[in-house]
């Protein structure tokens, strides 16, 4: 089988699973995305390694859950020497770069440890996740940016939004009726379209820079990392995708009273955020999710653009497409804002993936039902690469497991395909830890969702349940209930022996370590000789 030459790696920030057309949504229009879903395949059950950004970026990005490679949350560094993306398809041939977010924190006092110039390329590419930055911009002002600065803002400023932050004064804040700014951060401005113009947008740079990249490539094979910022708040959209969609297009909330009435401990302590009573209220979602689909069919139109600009160039028909988001956003349901707990709202995410050969034809256009994660895509990509992606040079790095054999109508021959993911959760550094009495180790929960069953095991509190065929919103925790007992038993002991079978041997393949087993003798060690 010949390898792809090129992959487009498209990652949404906070994009549920079911916000697409062709995912079922009732109203809102996807039709670029759509069509790749038309040519690819559409996993339906894709989960994130953790319902946080930085978190589940650095398990994509790495092909390891987070309790391997230990960034646990946002803004908590990627361990320098952490093997990615870039270290494993770099020596395929391809160039490997990033135009958007990845929320990469560098580990500079590793860095500094190993004697590391700052400027050298090798400590460039460790600050980076392993990318070539070509356009980073995460989004943020430029005090809390990794370089200082923000390629976005300074392009703001070329095109004359003239202030100190036009990221968060024009891109991301609407204007009252005397011309005052009204932020985005305040959610009732969602309604309003952004002061700056469409092609100006987040969106739309990060796309111009997405081409720039393409052109300037040409024949040389590439990995490009193509990371929006979008959907993810400040929740305001330019003209005139803001006013695509209205109250009448916001779907039911997801929510029950009994949830609230019989709250687990730490479920309630994260609906006393303010995010969280916020979105509780029919005002907030009729208000802001109409922006948030606004947004949505905003990157739908530039995700045309890329496509157009490889078919194009003639690359469609040999790069990988991948389409896909961290994790989703509650958007009200079960009476929660933001992410980060467990119900499928914040953990499954979207996941298309268009093969370009013709092993792939078969299955073009279908859905796939095989539970997902996305430490899979970093094997996927190197297996489509034409790499050891699942073979023994690698088994002892990758925590995920290729999934090709899927893109090509093959169910894996190895061995059984997963019967469950794993999902895990750092929240010391929210206000649900403190409120609750626990240490900055304690803020912790794990969760493993099979076909039917999910369990959410908690750090000092009672572990959840939930019954998937039965209940599938949902509603009834069954933690605690005697009579499934030995259903959180048995999930909990599976959790245990996932746990177990972690990969932190990464330094030597176990091909290396087959090979040594018994041979001291051979290698001058006499132990124990009478």
Not at 103 to 122: E, I, K, N, W
């Amino acid at each position: 089988m010949r390898p792809v030459r090129n992959i487009l790696f498209i990652m949404c920030d906070q994009l549920r699973a079911d916000y697409l057309g062709c995912a079922g949504h009732p109203w809102l229009a996807t039709p670029n995305i759509d069509t790749l879903a038309a040519r690819g395949v559409m996993f339906t059950r894709a989960f994130v390694q953790s319902p946080i950004c930085g978190p589940s970026r650095m398990s994509a990005y790495t092909g390891r859950y987070v309790q391997s490679h230990g960034a646990t949350w946002n803004n908590i560094p990627l361990r320098v020497g952490e093997p990615t993306l870039g270290d494993h398809l770099r020596p395929l041939g391809l160039r490997v770069a990033l135009v958007g977010k990845t929320h990469m924190v560098a580990d500079l006092d590793g860095m500094r440890r190993l004697g590391l110039d700052p400027s050298s390329a090798t400590a460039r590419l460790a600050a980076e996740c392993g990318f070539e930055p070509y356009a980073r911009d995460d989004g943020l002002h430029p005090r809390l940016s990794s370089s200082g600065r923000s390629p976005y803002n300074e392009y703001l400023r070329a095109q004359g939004y003239d202030s100190a932050n036009p990221w968060e004064d024009f891109a991301n804040s609407a204007e009252g009726p005397d011309g005052e700014i009204l932020s985005g951060w305040q959610m009732r401005h969602a309604r309003l379209p952004a002061r700056v113009k469409a092609e100006h947008s987040e969106t739309a740079w990060t796309t111009d820079q997405a081409l720039a990249f393409l052109a300037e490539a040409g024949e040389q094979p590439f990995c490009l990392h193509v990371s929006y910022i979008k959907p993810h708040w400040p929740y305001v959209a330019p003209s005139p995708y803001h006013a695509l969609y209205g109250p009448n297009q916001v779907l039911a909330q997801v929510a029950s009273e009994a949830e609230r009435r019989e709250a687990h401990p730490v479920y309630a302590a994260f609906m006393a955020h303010e995010e969280c009573r916020n979105w509780s209220r029919p005002e907030v979602r009729q208000t802001v999710i109409p922006a948030y689909m606004g947004l949505i069919a905003e990157i739908d139109h530039h995700v045309g653009r890329l496509v157009a600009a490889l078919r194009a160039a003639g690359r469609e028909r040999d790069t990988l497409i991948v389409f896909t988001s961290d994790h989703g956003d509650y958007l009200g349901d079960h009476w929660m804002g933001e992410k980060e707990l467990f119900h499928e709202q914040s953990i499954r995410v979207p996941l298309i993936i268009v093969d370009p050969r013709a092993e792939a034809d078969a299955t073009r256009g279908t859905g796939c039902a095989a539970l997902a994660e996305m430490i899979d895509l970093a094997p996927t990509f190197v297996a489509a690469a034409g790499g050891p992606a699942g073979a023994a040079a690698l088994a002892h790095v990758l925590e995920g497991r290729s999934l090709q054999p899927w893109l090509h109508g093959q169910a894996p021959a190895a061995d059984p395909w997963r019967e469950a993911v794993v999902s895990e959760l750092d929240y010391t550094l929210r206000h649900a830890r403190r409120d609750l009495g626990l240490g900055p180790f304690e803020g912790r929960a794990w969760m493993l969702r099979s076909a039917r069953w999910k369990l959410v095991f908690h750090e000092r509190f009672r572990p959840q349940l939930y019954d998937l065929a039965a209940d599938p919103q949902e509603f009834t925790d069954l933690g605690a209930d005697p009579a499934h007992a030995g259903i959180v038993a048995g999930m909990s002991e599976r959790l245990f022996a996932w746990l177990r079978a972690r990969r932190h041997r990464i330094t030597v393949p176990d091909a290396v370590l087959d090979a040594r087993t018994g041979t001291g003798k051979q290698r001058g060690y006499f132990i124990g000789v009478w």
